[in-house]
């Protein structure tokens, strides 16, 4: 594998250097675009602008869509603005919009005169929020008139095909180019090319407005397994089409929206280093701060048990190992739950039945704990009598870490908090405090201090 890509890469480099455009070309299109990508950080800045010189703008095209954003930008500053617009013209117009949103606003206004009429496409679809159906369709859709034979549809796919996002589904429109039915390419050629389309198509057509959150729209995907979903106007107008390929990004998105949010900070709009410093810190410290005042809780119950300390100095041995374990074991529950509920799996009905099943685990997590505790609690401590209070305050420390765990962030759902922003470290501190006050508690009864 890795010498094959040696291999390739050398060939490119040597076609550049000395080869002809003709058999550069040739060789291009024996590579996957999205293999291309790979390659193209072994070129210099030279071969680089060389290379996307050299090759049509279509096949241009299909490699700078699998470049990330930042690869984008760089490479529109490497070949200028007339070869530019030349390829964002052969791109799809989604790709395109996603492109020029990222540029200085001179740059892409310049850019967007240069494409003419795509441009005027793009540009309609830069006004829709990036999060929203319109921010991710393409106009590049495939649509007929339900009047029109399945010969005639046949003919105007062979025209628009080269330049459609997707030719699988057909939308029929009426007079009004109001969105009145679908079929897919399999449903119309093995219709009888006399067919009318309105005999044939689906007239119940699922379809998304353009104000549709993007993450409404991926569950539609997940939920009817269709490879591309219309979307429409306030007037019911067909206005674009969102792919399969495009929700794909739009999963990645959410994913690590969640995964910033499950560490306690909320989530940032920029990458790390294109977030200010500001930024960072605005994003924790009420968070900080709240946690900060939570945890002096816990020095007031220590004090609340100053004597029993005393009287027994052993006791304060197992303070960390206890708040640890119960700190671990309700991040691990809650973890759990959060991913849970992101992906729907857990819903708000299901907290008892969520409960039930953690307080079962925490019972058996708590009691394998539980045995190892007290053995360790009876050598460092000296006595059984200590090896019982710890071991009772494992169990019930584990047991109500994981079950407050998995219950807290259903309860900010329903109460419409972000579960993922509360998380793990504001179990941890009230896990803190009240591990204290079940472990001094137990202390009291048992050892009578
Ligand atoms: P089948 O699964 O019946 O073999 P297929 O494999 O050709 O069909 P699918 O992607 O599975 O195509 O789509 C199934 C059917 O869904 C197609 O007949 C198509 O007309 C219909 N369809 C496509 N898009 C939509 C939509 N937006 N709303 C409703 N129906 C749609
Ligand atoms: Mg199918």
Same mark, same amino acid.
């Given at each position: 594998?890795?010498?094959?890509?040696?291999? %390739?890469?050398?060939?490119?480099?040597?076609?550049?250097?000395?080869?002809?455009?003709?058999?550069?070309?040739?060789?291009?299109?024996?590579?996957?675009?999205?293999?291309? %990508?790979? /390659? /193209?950080?072994?070129?210099?800045?030279?071969?680089?602008?060389?290379?996307?010189?050299?090759?049509?703008?279509?096949?241009?095209?299909?490699?700078?869509?699998?470049?990330?954003?930042?690869?984008?930008?760089?490479?529109?500053?490497?070949?200028?603005?007339?070869?530019?617009?030349?390829?964002? @013209?052969?791109?799809?117009?989604?790709?395109?919009?996603?492109?020029?949103?990222?540029?200085?606003?001179?740059?892409?206004?310049?850019?967007?005169?240069?494409?003419?009429?795509?441009?005027?496409?793009?540009?309609?679809?830069?006004?829709?929020?990036?999060?929203?159906?319109?921010?991710?369709?393409?106009? =590049?859709? %495939?649509?007929?008139?339900?009047?029109?034979?399945?010969?005639?549809?046949?003919?105007?796919?062979?025209?628009?095909?080269?330049?459609?996002?997707? &030719?699988?589904?057909?939308?029929?429109?009426?007079?009004? =180019?109001?969105?009145?039915?679908?079929?897919?390419?399999?449903?119309?050629?093995?219709?009888?090319?006399?067919?009318?389309?309105?005999?044939?198509?689906?007239?119940?057509?699922?379809?998304?407005? &353009? =104000?549709?959150?993007?993450?409404? !729209?991926?569950?539609?995907?997940?939920?009817?397994?269709?490879?591309?979903?219309?979307? !429409?106007?306030?007037?019911?107008?067909?206005?674009?089409?969102?792919?399969?390929?495009?929700?794909?990004?739009?999963?990645?998105?959410?994913?690590?929206?969640?995964?910033?949010?499950?560490?306690?900070?909320?989530?940032?709009?920029?990458?790390?280093?294109?977030? *200010?410093?500001?930024?960072?810190? *605005?994003?924790?410290? !009420?968070?900080?701060?709240?946690?900060?005042?939570?945890?002096?809780?816990?020095?007031?119950?220590?004090?609340?048990?100053?004597?029993?300390?005393?009287?027994?100095? =052993? /006791?304060?041995?197992?303070?960390?190992?206890?708040?640890?374990?119960?700190?671990?074991?309700?991040?691990?529950?809650?973890?759990?739950?959060?991913?849970?509920?992101?992906? @729907?799996?857990?819903?708000?009905?299901?907290?008892?039945?969520?409960?039930? @099943?953690?307080?079962? &685990?925490?019972?058996?997590?708590?009691? %394998?704990?539980?045995?190892?505790?007290?053995?360790?609690?009876?050598?460092?401590?000296?006595?059984?009598?200590?090896?019982?209070?710890?071991?009772?305050? &494992?169990?019930?420390?584990?047991?109500?870490?994981?079950?407050?765990?998995?219950?807290?962030?259903?309860?900010?759902?329903?109460?419409?908090?972000?579960?993922?922003?509360?998380?793990?470290?504001?179990?941890?501190?009230?896990?803190?405090?009240?591990?204290?006050?079940?472990?001094?508690?137990?202390?009291?009864?048992?050892?009578?201090?």
């Amino acid at each position: 594998m890795h010498e094959t890509h040696t291999h %390739v890469t050398e060939q490119i480099k040597s076609l550049l250097a000395t080869g002809t455009e003709e058999a550069l070309i040739d060789f291009v299109d024996t590579l996957h675009p999205a293999d291309i %990508v790979d /390659l /193209l950080e072994e070129l210099d800045e030279a071969e680089r602008s060389t290379f996307f010189h050299a090759i049509p703008a279509d096949v241009a095209a299909d490699i700078v869509e699998e470049l990330e954003p930042i690869d984008q930008a760089e490479l529109i500053r490497l070949m200028g603005a007339e070869r530019s617009s030349e390829i964002l @013209r052969e791109m799809d117009s989604d790709d395109a919009a996603d492109l020029i949103a990222e540029l200085p606003a001179a740059k892409a206004e310049t850019l967007l005169d240069l494409m003419d009429i795509h441009g005027e496409d793009v540009r309609e679809l830069l006004q829709y929020d990036e999060h929203s159906s319109g921010g991710i369709m393409a106009t =590049e859709y %495939v649509s007929v008139h339900s009047e029109w034979t399945v010969e005639q549809t046949l003919s105007e796919l062979r025209r628009v095909a080269p330049e459609a996002e997707t &030719v699988y589904y057909i939308y029929v429109l009426d007079d009004d =180019e109001q969105l009145v039915g679908v079929l897919s390419f399999r449903d119309l050629v093995v219709a009888a090319l006399d067919t009318r389309i309105d005999a044939i198509m689906n007239t119940n057509v699922l379809s998304v407005p &353009v =104000e549709a959150d993007q993450e409404d !729209v991926a569950q539609l995907f997940k939920k009817y397994r269709f490879l591309a979903l219309p979307v !429409v106007d306030k007037e019911n107008k067909l206005t674009g089409i969102i792919t399969a390929d495009d929700i794909l990004d739009v999963f990645e998105e959410e994913a690590t929206e969640d995964i910033q949010k499950i560490a306690g900070t909320t989530p940032l709009e920029h990458p790390y280093f294109s977030s *200010s410093i500001k930024e960072l810190w *605005s994003s924790r410290i !009420v968070w900080l701060l709240v946690l900060f005042l939570a945890a002096s809780l816990s020095g007031g119950i220590m004090q609340k048990f100053s004597t029993a300390m005393q009287t027994m100095i =052993e /006791l304060t041995f197992f303070v960390p190992l206890l708040i640890d374990c119960g700190g671990n074991a309700g991040s691990q529950a809650s973890t759990v739950v959060i991913r849970g509920l992101a992906v @729907r799996d857990i819903r708000l009905r299901d907290i008892w039945a969520v409960m039930a @099943r953690e307080l079962v &685990v925490g019972l058996g997590l708590g009691a %394998v704990m539980a045995g190892i505790g007290f053995l360790r609690a009876w050598r460092v401590g000296g006595s059984s009598a200590i090896g019982i209070v710890v071991s009772l305050a &494992v169990l019930a420390i584990v047991v109500f870490s994981t079950v407050l765990g998995a219950i807290l962030p259903i309860v900010a759902t329903a109460l419409r908090v972000d579960p993922a922003v509360m998380s793990a470290p504001l179990i941890t501190t009230i896990v803190d405090a009240v591990g204290l006050l079940i472990y001094f508690s137990i202390a009291q009864l048992v050892l009578q201090v």
